[in-house]
């Protein structure tokens, strides 16, 4: 599936609730379900510290694909994570540098991504679209 | 428990920002320590001084120019009997007590030697580490930590120990951001004295809760922000002994601060003026002096015993959640309240929080030596002024159960 389409259904299925506590538990239910980094990945290398929570990200690349893990250890923002990792990850390196985030802003959770929220978030996205700069490179 | 005589209900109409709505719930807003609301009274002085009189200060010949002046030094005078220092240019306007314990650690630069000691204590705002770290760096002085115990109380005994001869500078706050520890400023300002060193307070946390007397606690500097208390953000008072004032050099250089200047030689005014370059913020400096005429027509005592009160049923009704637990339960203590859930991040708790209305602080407060101290990310912060209510308390209380309900389990 394309960035895009992955997007789309995202809005499709946050459209199905009918206010935010069942986005948020809906939210919470995705920060809950597994771990999605692999421990060893969790170092200090990988971290991107928010004033508030913390935001490990990991990525590699798998053929022509980037394939991204990440965890944080704030239970929304770790359900905001699995989201943009259902967004980016299995995606060419191309594709994630030209694609928006305007999906969380139509599914309600513009807040989250505010500067001032400090919760390493912003700073995640930013570092995901580097990495997919750094491996097309190597692609090339 | 007895009831405080307060009538919260006329007080809340001074406050029209309380009326509004956040997320369709009404605001209930408990991050107090961070800012204060601003009364009505408050408002009018900052609307009255762009309206009717809007001009640069000490300078202009013209009516407008006086009239500014006029009220500007009225505020100074304000706020010299508010903290009952013994002279008006003791009171020095800054943008917030982060720039007033900038201006007097820079001013130590000229006064410290490599191995002189300073100390500081273990529950410090960062405002009050970084700058004196700074100074630590430029000098060679030794930055040493006054440490606190698991009530989040300082260990006076220690702090005792640690003073001596090599002792320049104490520093702490009066009262802790994080925590709500009201510190024995009295015990520490006359111990430092014995040894010959200097002491700054940092009143940030105070001074909307307790009117300091700067001569009888015999404090070398005091700091505050008007924004605590009800005033305008990026205003803020340093007071100094007159004595310590002329010690130090100016801080930054300017128009305002100077006496005469040739490309040879610049001679510097006079106290207070000294330290105030450039233009200042003069309506912040009048709606400052409004702010404490507002807070003292009120009272302070009458102010501290609601307080205590709000602080009192909060800490009842919040203990009996199952799992909360509360850091800082210093004997002597403000209305703030830090608390965490087991297994839950502060943050998920503020975000839910927000959801319903309820304005709280998460993350370290800007004191992460604490957070190292308890050996966790942060708090949610819950701290209360006197316009809060026994109902606001009760809508807290079950927004955390919410909360943790979602987030548990």
Redesign the interface.
């Known amino acids: 599936m394309t960035i895009q389409a992955i997007q789309e259904e995202i809005i499709e299925e946050f459209s199905m609730f009918d206010d935010w506590m069942q986005r948020y538990e809906y939210m919470i239910e995705l920060g809950k379900s597994l771990p999605l980094i692999d421990e060893q990945y969790k170092t200090d290398d990988n971290i991107i510290k928010g004033c508030q929570s913390k935001v490990w990200v990991h990525a590699e690349l798998e053929d022509d694909k980037l394939l991204f893990t990440a965890d944080s250890d704030a239970i929304i923002t770790k359900g905001i994570i699995a989201l943009l990792i259902r967004v980016f990850s299995n995606q060419k390196p191309k594709d994630i540098m030209e694609a928006d985030t305007q999906f969380i802003d139509e599914i309600g959770l513009k807040e989250h991504l505010s500067p001032t929220r400090a919760n390493g978030l912003v700073s995640m996205i930013k570092q995901m679209k580097l990495y997919a700069v750094a491996y097309q490179t190597q692609i090339k | 428990m007895t009831e405080v005589d307060f009538d919260v209900v006329q007080i809340r109409k001074d406050f029209p920002i309380l009326n509004r709505e956040v997320?369709g719930k009404p605001l209930v807003y408990l991050d107090n320590a961070a800012t204060s609301q601003t009364p009505q009274q408050v408002i009018n002085a900052i609307v009255d001084y762009y309206q009717n009189y809007n001009a640069n200060i000490h300078r202009g010949v013209h009516a407008l120019s006086q009239e500014a002046t006029d009220k500007y030094e009225q505020a100074r005078q304000k706020i010299q009997q508010h903290f009952n220092a013994a002279k008006v240019h003791e009171i020095i306007f800054t943008s917030g007590t982060t720039h007033g314990i900038n201006l007097v650690a820079n001013g130590f630069s000229s006064l410290l030697q490599k191995g002189d000691e300073v100390l500081v204590s273990a529950m410090e705002h960062h405002s009050n580490i970084v700058p004196w770290q700074m100074l630590c760096e430029r000098t060679g002085a030794i930055l040493k930590v006054i440490p606190m115990n698991e009530q989040g109380e300082l260990v006076m005994e220690t702090y005792q120990n640690l003073l001596s001869s090599k002792t320049k500078l104490v520093f702490c706050n009066h009262i802790s951001n994080a925590l709500g520890t009201i510190n024995p400023i009295e015990e520490i300002i006359n111990a430092a004295h014995e040894v010959g060193a200097a002491v700054l307070i940092d009143g940030a946390q105070a001074a909307p809760h307790i009117k300091a007397d700067v001569q009888a606690l015999d404090v070398d500097f005091y700091v505050v922000s008007a924004h605590k208390i009800c005033g305008p953000t990026g205003v803020g008072m340093l007071y100094g002994k007159e004595e310590w004032l002329k010690k130090l050099p100016p801080y930054q250089g300017g128009g305002e601060m100077i006496a005469e200047v040739t490309f040879e030689k610049t001679t510097y005014a006079e106290l207070p003026h000294k330290f105030e370059a450039g233009t200042p913020n003069i309506c912040g400096g009048i709606a400052f002096g409004a702010a404490l005429d507002y807070m003292n027509t009120i009272g302070f005592e009458a102010i501290a015993a609601y307080e205590h009160q709000l602080l009192d049923y909060a800490t009842t009704e919040l203990s009996k959640i199952d799992g909360l637990k509360i850091y800082g339960t210093a004997q002597n203590k403000t209305s703030v309240i830090s608390f965490n859930i087991e297994g839950?991040?502060?943050?998920?708790i503020?975000?839910?929080l927000d959801?319903l209305g309820i304005a709280v602080r998460?993350?370290?407060h800007c004191a992460q030596p604490i957070m190292d101290f308890y050996k966790i990310?942060?708090t949610v912060r819950a701290s209360f002024c006197f316009y809060n209510t026994k109902e606001e308390v009760d809508a807290l209380v079950a927004g955390v159960e919410r909360a943790k309900n979602?987030?548990v389990g």
């Open positions: 997320n839950v991040h502060p943050y998920d503020g975000t839910i959801k998460t993350g370290h990310p942060g979602m987030l």
